[in-house]
């Protein structure tokens, strides 16, 4: 009569089969994770200087929308990696680039120039010319491209969907209504 | 018919499955659940078939590639024979399957049901009426359209809120940077092989539990559950008072089926496919995105939510919502199960419908957006203007040009974003309105900046002028006092 508590032979060989199937799974799981998590892990490496044209299609004290293709393009991607943004051009090169999306929930918004705003059509939100919350459900500005003007032409760094999360949306803090 | 039994014989003898399919169907159920109300859960499996079929026949044409799906689409709505009409029924379909889930789980709910023994089938439902939900939400960006394409920008938005793993998840869920080409592959994955092979698992591990723990008895006030006694309880029932589910119970069942599939097609028929809308391209910018029928309601929450506590609620919410679901079989596992001695369970579920039922009614009209059209296109009403000065005049073109008119309605027409102006000068004095026009204030904008002094002046002058007719514009007693204390009336 074998002893319930002794281990035989072949359950010790079961346990060894399941610990060794423990360790291939184990063992297949980093490069199986690394690869579902590889969107994740990549770093910034996407980012990238693209153009938006000559400064002189940017009227002084307007804003205007220009298009530009994301820095990195794969052949799947369709239209979605044409992108545009509001140009605000300041005076001289002084400019300021916004993204398209809104600062609550990602819809695009529209410029009015004559009230001075930006519009968003899904839940109202409003920003004054300078990106800056003028009301509405955002909690914040428009998030802003870091740009470059060099030979006459200006170039912002894109290649990331500005979310309210993204680190560069908090540069354009909330400020009080101007009075 | 001799051939069909020896055929019929051949496989019984190497599949013997007969004895347990006889036993399943057979199984006796109390008589008092071959009712009306016990037909939704196999409707809702009715329907999760007719998406299995159709969900296949469209992907024998769609390509799942940003740079391609929008025009196979186009290709499945005009050119591929009754295309149109595959793609209307797994859209219904959904439409359908998020509905009756969700009627099967109010009736679950109100008659007790998830109390014991039967929690894990509660708790299972309640994922699958999450994956259901999940089901919806990527098959709404399969159809790579523009609503697609910002659905997508606002499933990335919010999740980028959540705390330090925000961006990395937005990444996760967008499989890059930005929404493209990988971001509809990863949504084909989910929505074809990932959610669908769950929900079988757990329709499976759902159907098993029914048929083990029987399916619950109609509840009777004043009987109430306790865990010592209810098995014995319900196999005296079942014993006493039931007969075999087929036939007894399953016609109602087979019914309702036929008539919820039949339902869909008509759906399919009359309505035709949804969309697609316009091209998912980014640089498109005119747009005013909306989710699917069964998304609105949230929609419309997060434009009434104030600011401060929107991003809370979309991260806590969901959270106290399926914890609470989840507990809700433990906290409230004994006791009373009819709806008839439960007010507050009848209460919660009308709470939860008339919310659901108004936020969605108001995503109709979206009073929190503003017209982006209506500075241009709305005219001002002709009494508004009747008899006005010139100055007035120029204030009412003041009023249309700085697009006061997409947030403000006069005569109904125009945004409804801010206060209707009809009767503003009711409410505000000269001075009260200049100060809001140029400082903004509540939720509106400051215009000082983008108002000349001679503009504020015809606004102001135009808007002083909108009152009904029977009555006076507000004034400022005090200052008329202060300032002409002669010209009021001595006692």
């Not at chain 1, 399941?18 to 994740?40: E, T």
């Not at chain 1, 059509?121 to 919350?133: F, L, N, Q, T, V």
């Not at chain 2, 000082?448 to 606004?459: C, F, R």
Request: hydrophobic letters at 45%.
């Amino acid at each position: 009569m074998p002893n319930e508590n002794m281990l035989t032979r072949r359950g010790l060989f079961m346990k060894l089969g399941i610990l060794f199937n423990g360790l291939v799974a184990a063992a297949l799981a980093v490069p199986i994770l690394r690869y579902v998590l590889s969107s994740v892990t990549r770093g910034s490496s996407y980012l990238g200087w693209v153009s938006l044209g000559h400064v002189n299609e940017f009227p002084e004290g307007e804003t205007r929308l220009a298009t530009f293709r994301n820095p990195i393009v794969m052949p799947a991607d369709g239209k979605t990696v044409d992108t545009a943004c509001w140009v605000r051009r300041i005076e001289g090169e002084q400019f300021q680039v916004f993204a398209i999306n809104c600062m609550h929930l990602g819809c695009p918004v529209r410029w009015f120039p004559q009230s001075g705003l930006f519009m968003c059509p899904c839940h109202g939100g409003a920003y004054y010319r300078d990106g800056s919350r003028a009301s509405g459900p955002p909690e914040r500005g428009l998030f802003q491209y870091p740009y470059k003007v060099k030979d006459g032409l200006i170039t912002i760094q894109a290649g990331e969907l500005p979310t309210p999360g993204s680190p560069n949306a908090a540069l354009d803090t909330e400020r009080p209504p101007c009075a | 018919m001799r051939v069909i039994s020896q055929v019929g014989d051949w496989f019984e003898r190497r599949l013997q499955l007969a004895a347990a399919i006889r036993e399943t169907a057979e199984h006796h159920v109390p008589r008092n659940t071959a009712s009306w109300f016990y037909v939704f859960g196999s409707a809702a499996l009715a329907i999760f078939l007719l998406q299995v079929v159709t969900g296949i026949l469209l992907a024998i044409i769609y390509v799942p590639s940003a740079a391609e799906a929008w025009n196979s689409l186009q290709l499945l709505n005009h050119d591929i024979t009754l295309g149109w009409f595959v793609r209307a029924l797994h859209g219904w379909g959904s439409n359908f399957m998020v509905a009756i889930v969700l009627i099967h789980m109010v009736q679950v709910f109100l008659f007790g049901a998830y109390k014991f023994p039967r929690e894990l089938t509660w708790i299972v439902g309640v994922f699958l009426l999450l994956m259901t939900l999940g089901m919806a939400f990527s098959g709404q960006v399969l159809r790579f359209d523009q609503d697609a394409y910002w659905g997508l920008g606002i499933g990335a938005s919010i999740a980028s809120r959540v705390p330090i793993l925000g961006p990395a998840t937005v990444k996760l869920m967008l499989g890059g940077p930005i929404i493209a080409g990988a971001t509809l592959s990863r949504f084909f994955a989910l929505h074809v092989f990932v959610i669908p092979g769950l929900l079988i698992a757990l329709v499976g591990l759902h159907l098993l539990m029914v048929l083990k723990l029987g399916i619950n008895d109609w509840p009777m006030p004043g009987r109430l559950v306790k865990r010592a006694t209810y098995t014995a309880e319900y196999e005296e029932l079942v014993k006493n008072d039931g007969e075999p589910f087929v036939p007894y119970a399953v016609w109602k069942d087979l019914f309702f089926a036929a008539f919820i599939l039949a339902a869909v097609a008509a759906c399919a028929i009359y309505f035709g496919p949804f969309g697609p809308s316009g091209r998912p391209d980014p640089t498109i910018i005119q747009t005013a995105p909306r989710p699917d029928y069964f998304f609105l309601w949230l929609y419309a929450l997060l434009s009434l939510l104030p600011p401060s506590l929107e991003t809370p609620a979309l991260l806590i919410g969901p959270v106290v919502v399926i914890f609470a679901l989840i507990l809700l079989p433990f906290v409230f596992g004994e006791g009373e199960k009819s709806w008839r001695r439960r007010p507050i369970a009848v209460l919660s579920i009308l709470l939860i419908a008339v919310s659901l039922g108004t936020l969605t009614h108001l995503s109709g009209f979206t009073p929190w957006s503003p017209h982006m059209n209506a500075w241009s296109g709305d005219p001002v009403p002709e009494h508004f203007l009747k008899g006005t000065t010139a100055l007035e005049r120029q204030g009412a073109l003041v009023f249309q040009v700085k697009q006061c008119r997409n947030c403000h309605s006069l005569g109904e027409l125009g945004g409804q974003r801010g206060p209707t102006l009809d009767s503003v000068a009711v409410r505000l004095t000269r001075d009260q309105l200049i100060r809001q026009v140029i400082q903004g204030g509540g939720n509106m904008p400051a215009y000082g900046k983008n108002l000349s002094p001679a503009e504020t002046t015809a606004l102001v002058a135009f808007l002083a002028t909108l009152h009904p007719p029977g009555q006076t514009p507000a004034r400022n007693a005090a200052l008329e006092e202060s300032q002409t204390p002669a010209a009021s009336p001595q006692k």
